[in-house]
């Protein structure tokens, strides 16, 4: 079976000055349904790891392979494609946009991935019904606590059925019960054959991962 | 593994013009009093453009309808000297055929002289001078003229008819009298052929004119032939000649008379033509125009600098919003459409709005001047085409600023 994510020797430099290896030769494979967590030190290069296998960012040099796709093959425009479809990201500032209604929140993650419009309002609903927002369909973001607005954001993630959902510190701005009640749905994404990899400070989380990834300085390492 | 590209399996994002026109509408409706504001400006600059265009139009035409047809097509022709020689003998170089001679000019529609007859004081009578019915004598102007003046002034009849090119050449006594003149006279029918008497002199009356364009003095005379004024009071020279032209044709025959009358001396003429009419339109317009198409250019290049600056605190602003945009799929192109088209629609609304408003005042200053209200169509149609022009322009670099953020960067920038 073609793993989701195949790192092979992976740097990613940034240019600076000073320039900073954010990744050292990184190797890494996810197979399908894995639940990760990549775990280190504020400043060892989780973010930069993520951007690079959510192809929001190039590595400098080595091969990365996305459900088989090389990335060094595409363009610009292709690389947003890719990342639209085979990829879901929830970030720790949950990135709505507040005068749009939970629904339209969810819709935008379909908004550019030939979804037609009708079939991207009820994939919109499914998703956010999956994460138990049925009812707050039509708040807005300011009306929604902490943890719902969470919740819109991973729905909007999940909405176009991405091979791989990256989360960067998902429970960052969130109390420990509401952090379990996220890492619940995560558990319950994972069942149902979605790949996780969550970025995270927090024991709590990584206790919830069937693996561990640790980065220090740039080295990326398996936990046992 | 390119073979994977051309499969289809990672293809290319896409935006449809519709979702384009969706997402642009909720940015803009997202703050709806900065949108206001800062459509503002291209509706002050539109306005005042459209306002501008509108009443240069407006007040040019008013001008021109002051110039009627018949106005337009009048040529008069007088001796220079008249009125220096006081009422005593002159010479006139006016001669007898003018009539003749003018009408042979392509663009002349009717000619024919007029000159006021020296009677000697004499009153003029309807009645034998003994009748026992009473007063009936009266100082009216006795004028001479020849047949084609009728028509080159524009006269009409009320009853009877005017004198012809026979009356003039036998030099009958007849006379058409002017409406006034008739009242006085109390003649009101000519079937009877009424006598006039002006001193001893019998003349029949075969018609009374019932109005004229121009000489309105013949409104209150005794109208006769020239050839009968020559034989009868001794006329020596036609005074003046009254010229209607072909409509456009009035300038090429002012040009043209003076030589025709007296072709030796023609300057001795003194030609009057209207002036034309086009030339006094573009200049009203060109100077109403020129300050206030300036201003409203000003206005509006203030306006596209406003839009400009707002979209871009709008990309500043909503960094975050990009990155996630990038995040979920789209390309540079979508992020940089869908600030161009926030700017292009308060470009458009404002050219909307200003064209309405621009509108409002070509009607508005038009009801208070008692003016007609007139306006290209074309300006009001074109006005919201060049605001979404003028928002697109200036909408180019913020979406470009936009468009080139790095995803990565865009979503740790913003919140
Ligand atoms: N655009 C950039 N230019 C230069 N250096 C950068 C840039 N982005 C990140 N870095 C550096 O790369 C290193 C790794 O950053 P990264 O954001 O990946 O860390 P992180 O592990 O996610 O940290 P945290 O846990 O605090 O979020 C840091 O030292 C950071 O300063
Ligand atoms: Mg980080």
């Known amino acids: 079976m073609t793993p989701v994510v195949e790192l092979d020797g992976v740097r990613r430099t940034y240019r600076g000055p000073p320039p900073v290896e954010a990744v050292r030769d990184a190797t890494l494979r996810v197979d399908e349904g894995d639940y990760v967590a990549v775990v280190g030190p504020s400043g060892s290069g989780k973010s930069t790891l993520l951007s690079v296998i959510g192809c929001l960012d190039r590595p400098t040099s080595g091969r990365y392979r996305l459900t088989g796709i090389d990335v060094g093959d595409l363009s610009d425009g292709e690389l947003a494609a890719l990342r639209g479809r085979r990829v879901g990201f929830v970030f720790q500032a949950f990135h709505l946009l507040q005068h749009r209604s939970a629904l339209e929140n969810v819709e935008v993650g379909l908004l550019y991935n030939r979804t037609p419009r009708k079939r991207r309002r009820w994939m919109a609903r499914e998703a956010l019904e999956r994460v138990g927002l049925g009812h707050r369909l039509e708040f807005p973001p300011r009306h929604l606590s902490g943890g719902e607005q969470q919740r819109v954001a991973i729905a909007r993630a999940i909405a176009p059925r991405p091979s791989l959902l990256l989360c960067d510190e998902p429970t960052g701005n969130l109390d420990s019960k509401t952090s379990e009640a996220i890492l619940g749905l995560f558990d319950e994404l994972q069942a149902d054959g979605l790949t996780l990899m969550v970025v995270t400070h927090d024991p709590q989380v990584s206790r919830h991962a069937h693996r561990v990834v640790e980065i220090v300085d740039g080295i990326v390492s398996e936990a046992s | ?415």
């Open chain 2, 1 to 415: 593994m390119r073979s994977r590209r051309r499969d289809g399996s990672v293809g290319r994002s896409r935006l449809w013009l519709r979702d384009l026109v969706s997402e642009a509408t909720a940015g803009l409706l997202a703050r709806p009093s900065r949108t206001a504001l800062t459509v503002l400006g291209t509706v002050l600059g539109i306005s005042a453009l459209v306002a501008t265009l509108g009443l240069a139009r407006t007040a040019g035409s008013q001008i021109v309808g002051q110039f009627d047809a018949l106005q337009a097509t009048s040529v008069t022709v007088e001796n220079r000297t008249e009125g220096f020689f006081g009422s005593g003998p002159q010479i006139s170089r006016i001669p007898w055929d003018a009539e003749a001679r003018l009408v042979r000019l392509n663009g002349v529609v009717a000619a024919g002289t007029i000159t006021r007859v020296d009677t000697g004081g004499e009153l003029v009578r309807s009645v034998p001078i003994n009748d026992p019915l009473g007063q009936s004598e009266f100082a009216v102007d006795v004028y001479a003229a020849s047949p084609g003046l009728f028509d080159a002034i524009g006269a009409t009849l009320t009853t009877g008819r005017f004198f012809d090119d026979g009356h003039d050449t036998r030099r009958d006594p007849v006379a058409v009298l002017g409406p006034g003149a008739a009242r006085r006279l109390n003649i009101t029918r000519v079937d009877q052929q009424p006598a006039i008497f002006v001193g001893d002199t019998t003349l029949v009356v075969v018609g009374i004119i019932d109005d004229v364009r121009r000489e309105p003095v013949l409104l209150d005379a005794v109208v006769i032939p020239e050839g009968t004024a020559r034989r009868l009071f001794g006329l020596t020279a036609p005074a003046k000649v009254a010229i209607r032209t072909e409509l456009g044709a009035a300038r090429l025959i002012g040009g043209q008379a003076a030589v025709a009358l007296a072709p030796n001396e023609p300057a001795e003429l003194r030609v009057v033509v209207p002036p034309e009419p086009r030339a006094v339109q573009e200049a009203v317009e060109s100077d109403v125009n020129t300050l206030f198409l300036v201003l409203g250019a000003v206005a509006l290049l203030v306006g596209a600098i406003g839009i400009a600056n707002v979209t871009l605190v709008s990309v500043l602003e909503r960094v975050g919003e990009i990155g996630l945009r990038r995040a979920v799929g789209a390309a540079r192109r979508h992020i940089a459409a869908q600030f161009l088209a926030e700017s292009a629609a308060m470009g458009l609304i404002g050219g909307i709005v200003g064209a309405s408003l621009g509108v409002l005042v070509v009607v508005a200053v038009s009801a208070t001047q008692q003016w007609t209200p007139v306006l290209d169509l074309r300006v009001p149609l074109a006005a919201p085409l060049v605001g979404a022009v003028i928002g697109l322009v200036a909408g180019l670099y913020p979406s470009w600023r936009a468009a080139s953020l790095e995803p990565v960067d865009a979503l740790r920038g913003g919140a």
